[in-house]
T-cell receptor, first 113, second 112 residues
């Protein structure tokens, strides 16, 4: 069972456009992490959000944690080709059987010049 | 500080063979987790080690095993390889069990 649902699965936009990807869960989670993974590489942590309603900015990336701590979004302003990658959200798993983190399936973002 | 190092980066094996993958965590990190990533299933948890002890195990068959050494380096082994084992195998290290995880570049395993 997938604890986290990410949408959309795929997003293709032109350089300079904005985009938003979403991560949702039916359960409340204590913290959530966003990663970006480029082809042939491992995921790289972008941010951890902990507090309901929290908003964090990382240059052109804005991360929001829902008030109820069941959803999160990542907004990219004026996307650049370097933003291309697989965006993954992950939460600390509620039980040991899931391991340390449970990952969503990811949103593949392609930014074309 | 050096990052997480996984070796080898690429590997091609034949069905029925066995394979061992290696992960060297960031210096000082004691927790190592392994994940399998495929296009269809995404990132799936394999197992987690902390101070040479397996803490958690995902829902994979017994052909998948691992271990951690006293220097925190970890290995995973897959025996009797199947075509479906073709995947990117990722290792992540963290200082402790509840701290931020850092991923290696992965080992791309192709089973033919």
């Amino acid at each position: 069972t997938q604890l986290l649902e990410q949408s959309p699965q795929f997003l293709s936009i032109q350089e300079g456009e904005n985009l938003t990807v979403y991560c949702n869960s039916s359960s409340v989670f204590s913290s959530l992490q966003w990663y970006r993974q480029e082809p042939g590489e491992g995921p790289v942590l972008l941010v951890t959000v902990v507090t309901g309603g929290e908003v964090k900015k990382l240059k052109r990336l804005t991360f929001q944690f829902g008030d109820a701590r069941k959803d999160s979004s990542l907004h990219i302003t004026a996307a650049q080709p370097g933003d291309t990658g697989l965006y993954l959200c992950a939460l600390e798993a509620p039980t040991d059987s899931w391991g340390k983190f449970q990952f969503g399936a990811g949103t593949q973002v392609v930014v074309t010049p | 500080k050096a990052g997480v190092t996984q070796t080898p980066r690429y590997l091609i094996k034949t069905r029925g063979q066995q394979v061992t993958l290696s992960c060297s965590p960031i210096s000082g990190h004691r927790s190592v987790s392994w994940y399998q990533q495929t296009p269809g299933q995404g990132l799936q948890f394999l197992f987690e080690y902390f101070s040479e002890t397996q803490r958690n195990k995902g829902n994979f068959p017994g052909r998948f095993s691992g271990r951690q050494f006293s220097n925190s380096r970890s290995e995973m082994n897959v025996s009797t390889l199947e075509l479906g084992d073709s995947a990117l195998y990722l290792c992540a290290s963290s200082e402790d069990v509840n701290t931020e995880a850092f991923f290696g570049q992965g080992t791309r395993l192709t089973v033919v």
